[in-house]
């Protein structure tokens, strides 16, 4: 943990786990330009990391590996845990709660623009962090509304349980009985455009996302499952950036049980057979490319 956060001046710590999407299909557009997708999503054990403290005045203070490529937003204002505090506070106010001034800590370990759902992770766990730390009491649906102001990935981010996601993100379905899976998260460090992403699909009313009517049970049938889905940004971000076909041989040369990207990339994922033969492939790849991320986790299993 950050020297910063293990201080213990902090009131809570809140996780932001990673997302990711272990199936990404484009099956329309909306006439106001929103995608519609079918997305498999699943979150890691690792991410980012909020901490919270009363405080005078509002403060939004930075940590991290990456945290220093988010000081200029911070300083402006222009940062989702920032906006996702504000229009918390602004609902709570309407329905009659305090919201005093508080002191966010952002921990910001995941790469930015990665596909990864980080800045996404980072407002759902700064909601999450505030209602508790202003002991609120607001109904679900209002949640869920500022959440989809915030973005179309933070309602799953808010979740960060196995789900099917559906629409712009919205329309979400827990899925209970998932289980985890021991995998290797990689970026080469390039950030990636995602409007630009979408920009360059081939197509974007491909074929959705159908999961068997049995739906599978162990890890294996679940793999099996996966393997026959597609990320349909995969190729238009493969043409934006070519580090991304170099990173997805490279985890693929690991033997790993599948390997593919995730989000608009352009963090991929290889999954494997445990957690031994996931940290043997994340020491390779370090030594590979000692200047690329890569890390080493296990998802977060349905609550069944």
Known sequence: MNAILAAGDFDLLEEAPAKINLALHVTGRRADGYHLLDMLVSFAHQGDRLAFRASERD???????????????????????????????????????????????????????????????????????????????????????????????????????PLVARGIGEAIELLPAFPSFPMVLGNPLIGVSTPEVFRRLSRKDNPPLLLPSRMPQSRGEWIDTIKTLRNDLEPPARSICHEIAVLSGLIDDQAPAMTRMSGSGATCFGIFADMEQAEAAAASLHRQKPDWYFQVTETIAGEA
Do not use: Y
Request: glycine share 10%; charged share 20%; net charge neutral.
């Open 59 to 161: 403060v939004f203070t930075l940590s991290g590996r990456f945290g220093p490529f988010l000081a200029a937003d911070a300083e402006t204002g222009d940062n989702l845990v920032l906006k996702a505090r504000d229009l918390l506070r602004q609902a709570a106010q309407a329905a009659g709660f305090d919201a005093p001034a508080v002191h966010i800590h952002l921990e910001k370990n995941l790469p930015i623009a990665s596909g990864i759902g980080g800045g996404s992770a980072d407002a759902a766990a700064a909601l999450r962090g505030l209602m508790r730390l202003w002991q609120l009491a607001l109904p679900d649906d209002t949640l869920r509304a500022i959440a989809v102001k915030l973005g179309a990935d933070v309602p799953m981010c808010l979740a960060s349980r």
